[in-house]
């Protein structure tokens, strides 16, 4: 059994964050402030105590489009940005990369993009500033809103490309289209120079990790915990060191496991697969990093080192440029 102070030490560790959607990450009382300014109707967003209501993975993407109407100006973005910020902050996070959106910033007009863009950038650093908290971004594609769509969004990623938006990925309805159909946007993103990440196995199957490897040539998988019904599948991550953004709490939440203990991360891990763990949608799923560590070391019994290996693992898998890396690190190892 844990003692209390070893939880306390383990859930105040300093953090690295790599999967965490914009929109995902705006709590309710935001929103709501955001629709009462601009007169926006959310009938359907929030359950009578506040939270946000969904009762599957479709209806929470749905809820998840409904919410961000709000969000309609980078000004909103750059409030989004700090409020954001000031909670990864306040959960020992040192280091993020944040999924960013051209569809709903600007709709995917590069000119528009550019301006929400600067807004959010504007924002991270003030967020730099004040708390240490260094932000990096990911241009994502949604998946459900199809390939044409997604070329608009890469094309926005590789005009924008460098040292802060570090990558390209997707999420979204993994049933919508093949891995393949999105190919294109993934091989512009590439060749821009950007790092590549795609959302697969969560609801997919292992054969949506394996496609999402071979189509889009990914180094990274949002969540991919569906590949351990695969041994040979597992192996192929273990030998191409791909590593697997986990996100404990959101699979729960949205019940692509009943419980915690049901979760694959502790065989993952144990198979020597490179995991790390992040939040996906915090508010959303009734989470915070911090809660996170503290729900597996509770359940796994993990103790500090495990969760310095899984930030050292997060830190090398890092989109970001190696002085940035370096600094991190370096921070990491003060621990
Ligand atoms: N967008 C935001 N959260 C997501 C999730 N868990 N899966 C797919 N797309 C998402
Ligand atoms: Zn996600």
């Known amino acids: 059994m844990m003692d209390q102070d ?147 969004a890469a094309l926005c990623a590789a005009e924008t490309a460098g040292d802060w938006i570090v990558g390209f990925g997707m999420g979204g309805n993994e049933a919508k289209g093949t891995a393949k159909d999105f190919a294109y946007s993934f091989d512009m993103a590439r060749e821009a120079g950007l790092r590549l990440t795609a959302h697969a196995g969560e609801w997919g199957g292992a054969r949506s990790v394996q496609d999402a490897l071979t189509d889009l040539r990914v180094e990274r998988i949002g969540h991919g915990v569906q590949a351990i019904t695969d041994p040979a599948l597992i192996d192929r991550i273990m030998d191409d060191g791909i590593v697997l953004e986990l996100c404990p709490g959101s699979n729960v939440a949205l019940q692509v496991y009943p419980t915690l203990d049901q979760h694959p991360i502790e065989q993952l891990r144990q198979r020597g697969v490179k995991i790390t763990v992040s939040t996906d949608d915090p508010p959303f799923f009734h989470t915070t990093l911090r809660d996170e560590y503290r729900n597996l070391a509770q359940t796994f019994g993990w103790d500090e080192d495990v969760f310095m290996d899984l930030n050292t693992t997060a830190a090398q898998a890092a989109f970001c440029d190696e002085d940035t890396r370096r600094r991190v690190l370096q921070r990491l190892e003060r621990t």
């Open 6 to 152: 070893q939880l306390d030490r383990i859930t105040r560790l300093p953090k690295v964050e790599l999967h965490l959607h914009h929109e995902g990450a705006a709590p309710p009382d935001f929103i709501k402030g955001l629709a009462q300014e601009k007169s926006v109707n959310l009938d359907g967003v929030f359950a009578p105590d506040g939270s946000y209501a969904f009762r599957d993975f479709v209806h929470f993407l749905n809820v998840y489009e409904a919410a961000t109407q709000v969000l309609k100006t980078p000004e909103d973005y750059a409030r989004l940005t700090k409020a954001i910020l000031e909670e990864s902050a306040a959960n020992d996070v040192i280091y993020s990369e944040i999924f960013l959106s051209p569809d709903f910033c600007g709709g995917g007009d590069v000119g528009a993009w550019r301006e929400y863009l600067h807004a959010i950038q504007e924002a991270a650093a003030e967020a730099e500033q004040d708390h240490g908290i260094l932000l990096r971004g990911i241009v994502t594609c949604v998946r459900h809103f199809g390939p044409e769509q997604a070329k608009t």
